[in-house]
Every structure is written in C-alpha cells, then in structure tokens.
Nanobody
Framework: QVQLVESGGGLVQPGGSLRLSCAASGSIFSINTMAWYRQAPGKQRELVAAITSSGSTNYADSVKGRFTISRDNAKNTVYLRMNSPKPEDTAVYYC?????????????????WGQGTQVTVSS
C-alpha cells in the first residue's frame, strides 16, 4: 500500500543544478526519517543525506556543502537539491523513508524504498 516515487533525475552538466523529489503515498500513519541513497555501477549503495521528522540533517562528506536535503511533511515529500554536481556524483539515487503504515494492527516503523532515478553528471 505504501509507495515512494522519485522524480527529477536526468542529465546535468558540472556546475549546473538538479533537484530530486520523492513523494510517499498510500496508507500512512506517520513518517520518521527520510533519506537519499545512491549506487554507482560496481559500487556499494551509500547514504547521501538524511533528515529527521523535526528537520535535523546529516550528509555524506563527499556531498557536504553542495547538496541540501529538505522535506515537506504536509506533502509527505523529501527533496535533494544538488548544486555543483561532479562526474563522481553519477549514480542511481534511491529514496528511503521510515514509515508507520496507517493500517490497523501495524504499530512499528519500517523502511520503504523508491525504485530509483538515474542522475548523470557529464559535460
């Protein structure tokens, strides 16, 4: 029932900018932490940025100062603004959210994942 859908990926030039969006839908009681991960070919999936329900954030050292994570709780949406992207930022970006479903009998939070959106940084 719960679904995460990413959008905003594509081709971007170094020095450009891009904003990814991820909207959670379905039967949702509440959402705790939301995050962005990425995975490049032949590499392990890594955490890019995370944001708590109260707005506290943390970032991977490789993107600190360049990327900004934010969320709109009223829309159940998390964003990732990518400024000054580099070729090494090229990867599939995945949205993650820790969600308690709005279903009777389900009282615990669990992680949900989006399908991923490709980001390619190239001149």
């Amino acid at each position: 029932q719960v679904q995460l859908v990413e959008s905003g990926g594509g081709l971007v030039q170094p020095g450009g900018s891009l904003r990814l969006s991820c909207a959670a839908s379905g039967s949702i009681f509440s959402i705790n932490t939301m995050a962005w991960y990425r995975q490049a070919p032949g590499k392990q999936r890594e955490l890019v940025a995370a944001i708590t329900s109260s707005g506290s954030t943390n970032y991977a050292d490789s993107v600190k100062g360049r990327f900004t994570i934010s969320r709109d709780n009223a829309k159940n949406t998390v964003y990732l603004r990518m400024n000054s992207p580099k070729p090494e930022d090229t990867a599939v970006y995945y949205c993650n959210a820790n969600i308690r479903p709005g279903v009777a009998g389900i009282l615990r939070y669990r992680d949900y994942w989006g399908q991923g959106t490709q980001v390619t940084v190239s001149s």
